[in-house]
Structure formats: structure tokens, C-alpha cells
């Protein structure tokens, strides 16, 4: 990327018009801007397609459109008054009072109609903005350029190079990262982190060219960015979940402000398709691990199967419908806070109840369900998250059940007795150590931070759902949450 060009405007003070001659209503205001000329203030001409127009004033001919894009201006004409090398004031198209109010003189144009709609600045045009984002963006990218052949499909190349995950990517041009870049106050060149598993330095640019691949919006940058933070962190263990032959998978809930401002989905479908927050913000954490941090299926990635989730799994927690405080909230953080949570997990696995109607027996199905994670007859050695929907949470609610009081019932529901549990017992070779299992002792089947309570889904239908941990529990991944820099 070139460096970007002096953008000083053509006077430091005075009056100054941008118009061009594909423009009706630049040519009605020529007499206007004669009589500008002709009063005491100075005044710049500048034309944006002609160097002759209009004729009979010294016009700057702006060819490369860099003084209208200094400027920000979408509509011609525009009339500013400058002040110190900056804008004060503006009007833009005809408006005799708005004009009246920039060049601070009466009576202009008396001829003309009071008012009319200019035309569309040349800088807006989609191929021209996105030459002029590049060439005046702050951000200079150091990245490698990788240059196509003329007739080589930009979608057949990512796939033919390995940067996809098996399903088309939006082509990182250099306007495109130039524009992802925008939803971050943070400089290309800062490294995040060191990425596992190739321990990878991994820039602040090298996430936004993944997340123009995913197919996220520059408002989403920030939670990626956060995400891919979360990510690296011995904690999490992002090398041991892309390495492991299990279906694990990073798991993101999101929590506070930034869910609604950027859409994300905490209703109908909310871990499934529909809404491009949720899918292409997990989906570029997923390829910056691969793309950035060397995890590819077959290298690194041994997953016997895997899971959809290792594409996509993203959601928020819907906070305002919820009965208990969020996930954030109980890990730390403030309600105002922005944050996201990663989880090595995959799923869902349902929890269907349809006629509980009190929570002790809704949470002995929470238990039945829960109790098959990992195996029936493993303790200890998964975590889970709950996504509890709407219909199930107000059953909760309306008994003032607290996520405590309802990980308390779980956790007696499933400390069970060693017999039950060794291997072999019931016919089943899998199963706790034998020398363990059967010394009369009783087995928690999760931990005391093993199991996690989230509230989204629609409001209709009586199904919660597990989020299955890695099996190793937290000895191979801790849940791990950072602030979103939003």
C-alpha cells in the first residue's frame, strides 16, 4: 500500500465550492459563485471532472479526487467555509438560507429557486471509494500480496491455496481489510497474540484479512479480536483442542452492549443459521486458528470427527429475558462490560421436557440429560454449559431459582456412588478405575466450576440444550473470558 498522500486543503481560510460539470444544479449555481468571487472573501474553486469549469474562474482541478475526499464530500456542490486549514461550516447541493449561513452574506442567488438537490459526489461511486480508501487509509498493511492470474477466480484461488475451511471466502483485497480495519482504533502491526499451534505472531491486520474471509462486518472486528486473545491463552488451550482426536471446538457466548449494537442473534435459531453476526464471527476465530495458527484437519487438527461447531459456534446470551445474572456478570465482569467467553465444547445435545411444571422435576431432566456427557459413567472429567431456553427459564423464575440453587440440585442429582460407575460394572468395560470407583465413595459428576447456566433461544418450544465439554475437563481447557475492546 502506498503511503498516503498530503491532504492540506487549496486555502487555510475562506470560502471554498466543490462542484463539477456533470452537475445541473453546479452549472445553476455559477452565478452564485461569481458573486462570491466578487466580494471580499476568498474563494476556491474545485472541480472534480473538468479543469475548465465552470470557465471564467481559477479552478483546482481535483483529478485524483483527494481534496473532495480530505473534504468528505458526497454531494455537489458543496459549499465550505474554512477556518485554520478546516471546515467550519457546510452546505451541501443549493439551499439559499444554508449557503447564506457558510459565506455569511444575504440576498445570494435572487434569480435562482430557494432550494435544490445537488448530484452524488464522484468520490462515492462504489470503485472510485474503494480506490480512494485505500490510497488515503491510515492503516499501512504488511502483509504478503499473493497476485491472481487474469482469468484465476479469486473464490477458486483461496480454496486451491488451503485458506478456506471448506466453504467459500470473501477474497481479502487490500480495500476490503482497508475497511474491516475501520472497526478497530487499533494499528495493524499490533500483535495480539502468540498463536498456537506454530506460536505465531499474530497482528491486528492478520485477524482482519480472516474476518473479511469470514464474512464479518467491521463492527464485529473487535469481538474477533478478543476472541482470538481468549484463544491463545494457555488457559484455553487452543493447541490441545485443534490437536485433540475429539470433537471439541472453541465455543464462543457473547455478553453486554455490543451484542445489540452489532445484531448478533439471542432468539429463534440462535445456534443455528440465520444471522451473520453469530455465524461469521465464530467462523473467523476458526480460521485465524487455521490460517494464522497452523490448525488445519489432517495436520495439526486430528479430530476422528469433529463437529459442525469447528466452522461456527457463536452466540450471545439473551441478558434482557433472562431470570439470572449473565455469564459475564458471573464471571467477573460488570453488566456495562462487553465481553467474550470461549469454551472448548461442541453440540448441542437436547434437553427435551415438556410437562415439567416445578423446578425440581425440570432439573431432575436437566440431570438424566446431563448426566450422558462424556459417558454415563465418567465423573468429573467434562464440563458443560446449559443453554436454557425461554418456556424451561421461566419455570426457574417463577420459583426463584438462582443459577446456584439450580447447580446445587444438579450436583446432588449427580454425585453418584462409585459402584455404579467403575469400569466394567453393568456390563460396560468403560468407566471410572475399578481400584477407585469402588471404595464406597460417591463421584460429582462435575465440578464445582464444571457447569455453566446461558439463557437465549424463542420463546416457543419447551427444549433447552447441552453444550458438551472436552473430555479432560479442566485440566484440558478452562472457560476463559476477556473484555471486548468496543
Not at 356 to 367: G, Q
Not at 446 to 472: N, P, Q, R
Amino acid at each position: 500500500m502506498s503511503d498516503q498522500p498530503t491532504m492540506s486543503l487549496p486555502i487555510t481560510s475562506g470560502l471554498l465550492a466543490v462542484v463539477k460539470d456533470d452537475c445541473e444544479t453546479c452549472h445553476m449555481v455559477v452565478p452564485v459563485l461569481a458573486e462570491l468571487a466578487a466580494g471580499e472573501q476568498l474563494l476556491a474553486v474545485v472541480s472534480q471532472d473538468r479543469a475548465d469549469f465552470p470557465s471564467g474562474f481559477e479552478v483546482l482541478h481535483d483529478r485524483e479526487l483527494d481534496v473532495s475526499w480530505r473534504l468528505q464530500t458526497e454531494t455537489t456542490p458543496t459549499i465550505y467555509r474554512i477556518e485554520d486549514g478546516e471546515v467550519v461550516d457546510e452546505e451541501p447541493g443549493w439551499l439559499r438560507t444554508g449557503w447564506e449561513r457558510v459565506t455569511r452574506i444575504q440576498g445570494l442567488g435572487a434569480k435562482l429557486p430557494a432550494q435544490r438537490p445537488g448530484c452524488g459526489s464522484d468520490t462515492m461511486l462504489p470503485e472510485v471509494h474503494e480506490r480512494l480508501m485505500r490510497r488515503h487509509s491510515p492503516h499501512r498493511l504488511s502483509s504478503r500480496r499473493v497476485e491472481l492470474g487474469s482469468s484465476e477466480d479469486p473464490v477458486e484461488a483461496a480454496f486451491a491455496r488451503g485458506w478456506t475451511d471448506g466453504l467459500p471466502v470473501t477474497p481479502p483485497t487490500e480495500e476490503r481489510v482497508a475497511r474491516m480495519l475501520e472497526g478497530t482504533s487499533r494499528l495493524p502491526g499490533e500483535v495480539v497474540c502468540v498463536l498456537p499451534p506454530d506460536l505465531v505472531e499474530c497482528t491486528v491486520e492478520k485477524v482482519a484479512i480472516n474476518a473479511v474471509m469470514a464474512g464479518c462486518l467491521p463492527e464485529y472486528l473487535p469481538v474477533v479480536l478478543a476472541a482470538v486473545k481468549a484463544a491463545a491463552t494457555s488457559r484455553f488451550n487452543i493447541h490441545g483442542i485443534s490437536a485433540t482426536t475429539y470433537f471439541t471446538g472453541p465455543v464462543m457466548v457473547v455478553n453486554g452492549p455490543i451484542r445489540r449494537r452489532i445484531g448478533m442473534n439471542s432468539g429463534i435459531n440462535a445456534l443455528g443459521p440465520g444471522n451473520r453476526a453469530n455465524l461469521t464471527i465464530g467462523r473467523a476465530l476458526n480460521l485465524v486458528v487455521r490460517n494464522v495458527g497452523g490448525s488445519r484437519p489432517g495436520g495439526v487438527d486430528r479430530a476422528a470427527l469433529g463437529s459442525p461447531g469447528k466452522l461456527s459456534f457463536c452466540f450471545p446470551e439473551d441478558e434482557e429475558a433472562s431470570p439470572w445474572e449473565s455469564l459475564s456478570v458471573e464471571r467477573g465482569f460488570s453488566p456495562d462490560d462487553s465481553a467474550v467467553t470461549l469454551f472448548a465444547g461442541h453440540g448441542p445435545i437436547e434437553i427435551v421436557d415438556q410437562k415439567s411444571r416445578n423446578p425440581e422435576s425440570l432439573a431432575r431432566t436437566f440431570a438424566l440429560q446431563l448426566r450422558m456427557v462424556g459417558h454415563p459413567k465418567l465423573a468429573g472429567m467434562t464440563d458443560a454449559i446449559v443453554v436454557v431456553s425461554p418456556e424451561h427459564a421461566r419455570i426457574f423464575r417463577e420459583a426463584g431459582w438462582s443459577k446456584n440453587r439450580l447447580r446445587r440440585e444438579i450436583h446432588s442429582l449427580l454425585t453418584l456412588p462409585g459402584a455404579e460407575l467403575a469400569a466394567g460394572a453393568g456390563g460396560v468395560a468403560e468407566g471410572m478405575p475399578p481400584h477407585v470407583a469402588t471404595r464406597g465413595k460417591d463421584f460429582a459428576k462435575y465440578t464445582t466450576e464444571g457447569l455453566w447456566f446461558v439463557h437465549a433461544g424463542g420463546d416457543a418450544g419447551m427444549f433447552s440444550a447441552i453444550i458438551s465439554g472436552w473430555i479432560g475437563g479442566a485440566a484440558s481447557s478452562q472457560m476463559t473470558t476477556v473484555a471486548i475492546d468496543s
